[in-house]
């Protein structure tokens, strides 16, 4: 449906007596239509009869239902973008030139399309010629310093073909009828697409893919076949270590664990005094062992842990979160609420660094440890900036409440799970666990909050963050197209929140090298279960 919808949408225009009238009209980058040398408009100088105001309505959603279109369809992206960068590179006058022959191929189609079969075929062949004169022109013209004077020689010709055209297709109210129903019928069209775009991303996101199955079914087996003396990792007092830097990681996926595993030792200026801690569910938790006792993160530490070995979690932790039409496992998943029982999960740290499995370390963390906290709870990054409203605290609850209006401010910056350093002393002291239970409570009786743990997370630390600098945690590149190379690089860890997670086929190319590199993609397992980089 590549621009049919503008194209039919400018024949209103044309078929009303307003073919250069609607040059001046905004069009969907913000432009205006531009003047034919000269300064005058069609072949006798006239402007003609205005736009009503109905019909530029109905040539606007047109436009804006064009735009939406070429956004779902990915054929010609690059190739428009190519010339939109040569266009801009050219001078003014050359710009408005171009533009104008853009104006001009729009309109020649949109009468091209509308033309009767049983109408004038010397016009058709007419048009047909003008168009394909008119694309050439723009191709060579497009980032040169001047227009060359055979192109505006064809600009004039189109001019008198379309005058001709307007003469053949003087019929305003048929034609307005037929951008009716065309605009209705593309509207539902576009509607349709859009949806069916929505769930095959949501299908993707939701979806390992077929390696990461192969993997894990592999992994369990073989560590089934091994005996159970072999099922344990070197015995080391972890708990009682507080000399040693304690990373947790609560996660169901092994390659992303690894990730997160291997980045962080490789990172790390003394990786021997690194402890880490990783809590998966039941399910995956065979898989994770096996994988990190044939994969060890030497020099440090490990342990794996799962959720059914703690006893004091609510009977029913493991489903409790699962919300009525909410799939998405982000939103869902019992890991994610782990988080607010950390003190329970280590009882005898007193610091602990939480990393969530789609992060990548960059640089050596060990600084954390000495930040002084200032009596709060949790350092982390904000993710807001002056003027950006989207990171407020109200874009997450609902102020409509008393519960919630009296107690917190819509304005408050949000700040980002992610990467984030604890103080578990100080919320024991603080009691923020019970904080939580309430709070949670409190989400079940009333929806005033959306889904997920962060919304949740915001409340039970409100004035317990300790703001940290952002080049500790760099957000996005799980959506953010536009992150640049020096931001990543001074990065201590990158997080790819969102959508498009660094395993997934979909996620964002330009990103993909700072998490693959940390895997080994010789690895047996891997080669196995057709695992590539």
């Known amino acids: 449906m590549r621009a049919a919808v ?17 040059l001046n009209l905004p069009l969907p980058d913000g432009r205006a239509g531009s003047t034919p040398p000269g300064g005058e408009r069609g072949a006798g100088g006239g402007g003609g009869p205005r736009l009503s105001v109905v019909e530029q309505g109905l040539i606007r959603e047109a436009r804006r239902l064009n735009t939406v279109a070429e956004e779902r369809d990915g054929q010609s992206d690059e190739s428009a973008a190519e010339e939109d960068e040569r266009i801009s590179k050219s001078p003014p006058d050359t710009k408005e030139k171009i533009w104008m022959m853009q104006d001009q191929l729009i309109m020649a189609k949109a009468y091209l399309h509308f033309a009767s079969p049983q109408g004038s075929a010397h016009l058709v062949r007419e048009l047909k010629l003008r168009i394909k004169e008119i694309e050439r022109a723009i191709s060579h013209s497009s980032g040169g310093s001047h227009i060359p004077g055979s192109a505006l020689q064809k600009m004039k010709a189109m001019e008198q073909t379309l005058s001709k055209a307007q003469r053949t297709y003087p019929r305003c109210s048929q034609m307005t009828s037929k951008l009716r129903a065309m605009t209705h019928n593309s509207e539902e069209l576009v509607r349709a697409h859009q949806s069916e775009s929505s769930f095959l991303e949501q299908v993707a996101v939701r979806t390992l893919p077929k390696g990461h199955h192969c993997l894990a079914m592999r992994l369990t087996t073989e560590y089934f076949s091994l005996d159970p003396k072999e099922r344990e990792f070197p015995k080391r007092d972890s708990r009682q270590l507080d000399g040693y830097y304690h990373y947790a990681i609560f996660s169901d996926n092994v390659l992303a664990s690894a990730v997160v595993v291997n980045s962080t030792i490789t990172a790390s200026k003394d990786p021997g005094r690194i402890m880490l801690h990783i809590v998966t569910d039941a ?65 005898s740290l007193s610091k602990v660094l939480l990393l969530d499995h789609d992060v990548v370390v960059q640089k050596d963390l060990s600084e954390l440890w000495g930040i002084d906290m200032k009596g709060k709870v949790i350092g982390a990054v904000e993710t807001c900036t002056s003027g950006e409203g989207y990171h407020r605290l109200d874009s997450l609850v609902d102020f409509s409440n008393p519960t919630i209006v009296n107690k917190f401010d819509a304005k408050a910056c949000i700040f980002a799970f992610g990467m984030n350093i604890f103080d578990l002393n100080e919320w024991r002291k603080q009691g923020l666990t019970a904080t939580y239970h309430k709070w949670f409570q409190v989400g079940k009786r009333l929806r005033l909050w959306k889904a997920g743990s962060q919304p949740l997370g915001q409340l039970v630390f409100y004035n317990q963050t300790l703001p940290l600098n952002r080049r500790w945690h760099v957000l996005g590149l799980g959506h953010d197209f536009s992150i640049g190379r020096d931001e990543l690089e001074s990065a201590y860890v990158i997080h790819y929140s969102g959508k498009f997670k660094p395993w997934l086929e979909i996620s964002i190319p330009k990103y993909r090298d700072n998490w693959n590199r940390h895997l080994n993609y010789d690895n047996a397992y891997l080669q196995q279960c057709n695992i590539h980089g």
């Open 6 to 22: 503008a194209l039919r949408a400018l024949l209103i225009a044309t078929a009303c007596g307003l073919v250069f009238a609607l």
């Open 283 to 347: 399910l995956n938790y065979p898989a994770m062992m096996m994988w990190f006792l044939t994969n060890p993160p030497t020099p440090a530490a490990i342990e794996v842990e799962s959720l059914d070995d703690f006893k004091w979690l609510p009977g029913d932790f493991s489903s409790r979160f699962k919300l009525k039409g909410v799939r998405d496992p982000r939103y869902t998943s019992a890991l994610n609420h782990l988080r607010f029982y950390l003190p329970e999960v280590f009882p």
